[in-house]
């Protein structure tokens, strides 16, 4: 299951949530990237995985005066620069037209995207994983990943 939730305000505030969970043989898998934007601006994001109820990795970026301070599980934090103004989580809600990289809330790192057709987009991840996005009147109908040595595809449900 994939819920993946857009609020936008009256004062220019977008939040994205994205919650994720799955069941595979002896594991369960539970993700959870928030990312709350201000005038198509990033402010902040944090992305959490767990894995059998235990978490095993997390990150959070902060948008601080004109940069970005990135903390995570695995590393010291560091600083990034430019303003981010496409992430993942858009990625739900937005086809990402006229775009060759993203941000990734989860890696703390911009990431490459291509068109492989008509309304169809390739997220490269840097361990070689491709993730595909499909989309109609540009809303993601279809999202397909690898995980756990799958492939795992999300439809959109569009009965709600």
Partial sequence: MLQAVCTESSDSVRIIS?????????????????????????????SEKHINEELQEWITVSKQNERYRIESHDAEPRYFNSAISFSVGLLYHYEPQNKSSIF???????????PTGTSVYEMRQ?????????????????MQTEMMASRVKFKLNEGK
């Fill in 104 to 114: 990734s809330e989860r890696l703390g790192a911009y990431v490459p995207i291509k």
């Fill in 18 to 46: 994205l919650q994720t969970r799955l069941s595979f043989p002896f594991r369960k898998v539970f993700s959870n990237i928030q990312a709350r934007y201000h005038r198509n601006t990033l402010v902040y994001a944090s």
């Fill in 126 to 142: 840097p361990d070689g994983k491709t993730n595909v996005f499909t989309y109609r009147n540009g809303i993601c109908t279809e």
